[in-house]
């Protein structure tokens, strides 16, 4: 199976300032028609997932254009550009390329 | 708008089984998928499998083969996840979530708490 790994696990944020949030799979994303079968997460406290971007760059209706996915093949990243409180929870990757989809550990984002 | 709502939360015995239901409405219920996502307590997120409710294909882990089935009542726009031989490891919350096109998982129930305990 494919392994999602994710870093930082903790991330402390500073409201205003930027963070970002890497994640790697153990083998290239990229499809043959062109799409990298990534998607972002993220769960805040006390409720279900909610989905930020998917196919690696695509930002989910109603998300915030703070947000934004960016890489190819086996390396990616998620960037907010200027962290706000209602941002902290956790945020996770997944790969929908192969069965059985795979997810990162999770990274906590947390008010410092 | 679309809403998955899930069936209430569940205790079993090890050795059980359970069978977590999601209602589906706003949305015609045959044009997309469902997929069953789990989350143990203080965990991250598992996933569990995918239904198609138009033709009832289903793909679950080699991890849950042989204990997971996945159905679709297409009358009741509800699908169902019922997961035998309970192992107190498979205490978790289980989300359902729509799926449309390219795997995109872009609406989620409220999750079901399943407590595997004695």
């Known amino acids: 199976e494919i392994v999602m790994t994710q870093s930082p696990l903790s991330l402390p944020v500073t409201p205003g300032e930027p963070a970002s949030i890497s994640c790697r799979s153990s083998?290239?994303?990229?499809?043959?028609?062109?799409?990298?079968?990534l998607y972002w997460f993220l769960q805040k406290p006390g409720q279900s997932p909610q989905l930020l971007i998917f196919?690696?760059?695509n930002r989910a209706s109603g998300v915030p254009d703070r947000f934004s996915g960016s890489g190819s093949g086996t390396d990616f990243t998620l960037k907010i550009s200027r962290v706000e409180a209602e941002d902290v929870g956790v945020y996770y990757c997944?790969?929908?390329?192969?069965?059985?989809?795979?997810f990162g550990q999770g990274t906590k984002v947390e008010v410092k | 708008q679309v809403q998955l709502v899930q069936s209430g939360v569940e205790v079993k015995k090890p050795g059980a089984s359970v069978k977590v239901s999601c209602k589906a409405s706003?949305?015609?219920?045959?044009?997309?998928?469902l997929t069953w996502v789990r989350q143990a307590p203080g965990q991250g997120l598992e996933w569990v499998g995918w239904?198609?409710?138009?033709?009832?294909?289903?793909v679950y882990p080699q991890k849950l083969q042989g204990r997971v089935t996945m159905t679709a009542d297409t009358s009741t726009t509800t699908g169902y996840m019922e997961l035998r031989s309970l192992r107190s490891d498979d205490t978790a919350v289980y989300y359902c979530?729509?799926?449309?096109?390219?795997?995109?998982?872009?609406?989620w129930g409220q999750g079901t708490l399943v407590i595997v305990s004695s």
């Open positions: 979530a729509r799926v449309r096109s390219e795997w995109i998982i872009d609406y």
């Open positions: 706003g949305y015609t219920f045959t044009n997309y998928d």
């Open positions: 239904i198609s409710p138009d033709d009832d294909d289903t």
């Open positions: 083998r290239s994303l990229l499809h043959n028609n062109g799409y990298n079968y």
């Open positions: 196919l690696g760059s």
């Open positions: 997944m790969q929908g390329l192969q069965s059985p989809w795979t």
